[in-house]
């Protein structure tokens, strides 16, 4: 099973700042399945990224993912109000799991 | 516009059973996976297992063989997820979630709202 890990745990940001986060897997992995997923208090969460770093549809351009192998980041480029939150990364090249997450919150 | 609506909450003593839906609207229901998610109290995402809308076969994570059952009922484009003899620590959120497969990227693109099974005495 492919573990992926995420840090750091915490980020501790202001808006209008730059948050770069990290997910990191076990083995190397195709591009074509780590995802990125954001989650709010009380909500499902919501796909952001598919493909390592294709938006999906209705994501702002804001959101940005990137990486192959076995490293990948998804950066906000200008944190707003609404960003703040947990992130997810989650990979299905051997069955799927997901990384234990990023919460994003205001410093 | 694609939805999955979730069945609502349930209060569960330790050994009884449990039965969550997923309805499916939107799309065509036996064209794409479904997966199950289970999310712990102030914990992370936890994939349970997926199911082939399309043949009905199974597919459960290592954690979730024995108790846990994925079923289908395409009549009503439905999906559910049963758990049998209830501990504690099944207490959770279970969100269901479409697979869309394009391009050689399967990501899961939309999420029922989740259902909160709490276990308790």
């Known amino acids: 099973e492919i573990v992926l890990t995420q840090s750091p745990g915490t980020l501790s940001l202001s808006p209008g700042e730059r948050a770069t986060l990290s997910c990191r897997a076990s083995q190397s992995l195709s591009s074509s399945y780590l995802a990125w997923y954001q989650q709010k208090p009380g909500q499902a969460p919501r796909l952001l990224i598919y493909?390592?770093?294709s938006r999906a549809t209705g994501i702002p351009d804001r959101f940005s993912g990137s990486g192959s192998g076995t490293d990948f980041t998804l950066t906000v480029s200008r944190l707003e109000p609404e960003d703040f939150a947990v992130y997810y990364c989650q990979q299905r090249g051997s069955s799927l799991t997901f990384g234990g997450g990023t919460k994003v919150e205001i410093k | 516009q694609v939805h999955l609506v979730q069945s609502g909450s349930e209060l569960r003593k330790p050994g009884a059973s449990v039965k969550v839906s997923c309805k499916a609207s939107?799309?065509?229901?036996?064209?794409?996976?479904v997966n199950w998610v289970r999310q712990a109290p102030g914990q992370g995402l936890e994939w349970m297992g997926w199911?082939?809308?399309?043949?009905?076969?199974?597919t459960y994570g290592q954690a979730f063989t024995g108790r846990f059952v994925f079923s289908l009922d395409t009549s009503v484009s439905t999906a559910y997820l049963q758990i049998s003899s209830l501990k504690a620590e099944d207490t959770a959120v279970y969100y269901c979630?479409?697979?869309?497969?394009?391009?050689?990227?399967?990501?899961?693109?939309?999420w029922g709202k989740g259902t909160t099974v709490t276990v308790s005495s």
């Open positions: 199911i082939n809308t399309n043949t009905g076969n199974p």
């Open positions: 979630a479409r697979l869309y497969c394009s391009g050689g990227s399967c990501p899961l693109d939309v």
């Open positions: 939107g799309y065509t229901f036996t064209s794409y996976a």
């Open positions: 493909g390592a770093s």
